[in-house]
């Protein structure tokens, strides 16, 4: 069975510094998507970036961009020039292609210090 | 606006007593999906649907139901909660077969508590 691991509850960062967030995930299968979705306190969850396994090219949106390592799959998020706003709880996801199943880590909690 | 909403946003109720939460997307989306969230759990997918009358088992199903019997409704029914259900549920929708398939998108969430 597929699994997603955040192995850091909580971390912190200091305004317009860039923080790493990290996930692992164990799959067997070759086709998936893996996908970091943002929860500030409103609650509403927020699609930051997705990365299909087939695209070597890390995806990046703005000052967000990830690390994926295919083989040790590993699939972090980095957070450049951090800002306020970025504080929430993060969470990494997984998706095996033509399934629809998906798979969510137990989240990062991100604070950012002024 | 394209949207996910769901109703209510807040219930609390008493064992036994069914209920059901409703979602519906304005997007014309052929999946959606349902979740808990639990504090140190993350989400967990309860049921899922690939369309109207398909739905599947996610990994959390038990003491839930649902029906799509329409492309936008995507109702969950709790015949008779126990308070272990007390959760956060989320509804999602995204396409599928055409760029930005698995690109979900979330309702705002209704917090249950089953007392």
């Known amino acids: 069975a597929q699994t997603v691991t955040q192995s850091q509850p909580e971390m912190s960062v200091q305004e317009a510094e860039t923080v790493t967030l990290s996930c692992t995930y164990d799959?067997?299968?070759?086709?998936?998507?893996l996908f970091w979705y943002k929860q500030p306190p409103s609650r509403q969850m927020i699609l930051v970036i997705r990365q299909e396994a087939y695209k070597q090219q890390n995806a990046t949106e703005n000052r967000f961009s990830v690390n994926f390592q295919k083989a040790a799959k590993s699939f972090s998020l980095k957070i450049s020039d951090s800002q306020l706003g970025d504080a929430a709880m993060y969470f990494c996801?997984?998706?095996?292609?033509?399934?629809?199943?998906?798979?969510f880590g137990t989240g990062t909690r991100l604070k950012v210090l002024a | 606006e394209a949207q996910v909403t769901q109703n209510p946003r807040y219930l609390i109720t008493v064992t036994g007593k069914k209920l059901t939460v409703t979602c519906s997307q304005n997007?014309?989306?052929?999946?959606m999906s349902w979740y808990r969230q639990d504090p140190g759990l993350g989400l967990r997918q309860i049921y899922y649907s690939m369309n109207v009358e398909v739905t599947d088992k996610g990994d959390v199903p038990e003491g839930y139901k649902v029906s799509r019997k329409e492309k936008r409704n995507f109702p969950l029914i709790l015949e008779s909660p126990s308070p272990n259900q007390t959760s956060l549920y989320f509804c999602?929708?995204?396409?599928?077969?055409?760029?930005?398939?698995?690109?979900?998108?979330f309702g705002p969430g209704t917090r249950l508590t089953v007392t």
């Open positions: 997007m014309n989306h052929e999946y």
């Open positions: 999602a929708s995204s396409l599928i077969g055409a760029p930005g398939s698995y690109e979900q998108y």
């Open positions: 996801a997984y998706s095996t292609s033509g399934t629809y199943k998906y798979i």
């Open positions: 799959t067997s299968e070759s086709d998936y998507y």
